[in-house]
């Protein structure tokens, strides 16, 4: 079983709302991503970080922020969420010279 | 762009048969390869990995093959079981990185 959670697995919201969604491993990795999963399957890399106070934007443009304030912790922000947010989230996580991810289950949020 | 891509958004296998689901990849320079297996509501799971040394890898149930003349990598499921119902996707990691490309995904589906 991962040691990689996300909070909460799925959330309705309504447009303009700000959202954080919830990412913690429990593994002592230092790198840590976010992947949005469209309909179609596909994984798009969105944010990355490398380590606490470390955080860098991804192959696909987001208008989502992160943060990393603790090794284990690395939440994503919508501060005003719209209907094309509506998707599947997915964090990962892997340790320094481990070339390979832990996924969580995702959270699929809907904004109506 | 560079970028991994599988042959097939979707597969039909009668149960019991083997599975195979194919994957291309356009970066010559990559040096590992992972398949992940992504159940409904969860996220992807490591599957088997190969390096660029190698030309086949053999896992429970499941062969990895690497073919680097025509750059292609193909995922073998034997005797599939209605377990084996998920989303494939293989991915790529280039040297001196460790963010994964994921390519497409393939839907495995099951048949009695």
């Known amino acids: 079983e991962a040691d990689i959670y996300q909070t909460p697995r799925y959330l309705v919201i309504g447009t303009g709302k700000k959202i954080t969604l919830e990412c913690s491993q429990t593994?002592?990795?230092?790198?840590m991503y976010w992947y949005q999963q469209d309909p179609g399957m596909e994984l798009h890399l969105i944010h990355y970080?490398?380590?606490?106070?470390?955080?860098e934007k991804g192959d696909l443009s987001s208008e989502s922020t992160v943060s990393r304030i603790r090794t284990e912790h690395f939440p994503l922000t919508l501060e005003s969420a719209r209907p094309s947010h509506t998707s599947q989230y997915l964090c990962?996580?892997?340790?320094?010279?481990?070339?390979?991810?832990?996924f969580g289950s995702g959270t699929r949020l809907t904004v109506v | 762009g560079e970028s991994v891509g599988l042959h097939l958004p979707t597969l039909s296998v009668q149960e019991g048969d083997n599975s195979i689901i194919n994957c291309a990849y356009s970066?010559?320079?990559?040096?590992?390869f992972i398949w992940y297996k992504q159940e409904s509501g969860k996220g992807p799971q490591f599957i088997i990995d190969?390096?660029?040394?190698?030309d086949k890898r053999q896992g429970q149930r499941v062969t990895v093959l690497l073919n680097k003349t025509v750059k292609h990598l193909s995922l073998q499921i034997a005797a599939t079981q209605p377990g084996d119902s998920a989303v494939y996707f293989c991915?790529?990691?280039?040297?001196?990185?460790?963010?994964?490309?994921f390519g497409k995904g393939t839907r495995l589906h099951i048949l009695p």
């Open positions: 990962a996580s892997s340790e320094s010279g481990v070339r390979g991810y832990t």
């Open positions: 593994m002592g990795h230092d790198k």
């Open positions: 970080s490398y380590g606490v106070n470390s955080t």
């Open positions: 970066n010559s320079a990559s040096d590992y």
């Open positions: 190969i390096r660029s040394n190698m």
């Open positions: 991915a790529e990691i280039h040297p001196g990185d460790d963010k994964i490309i």
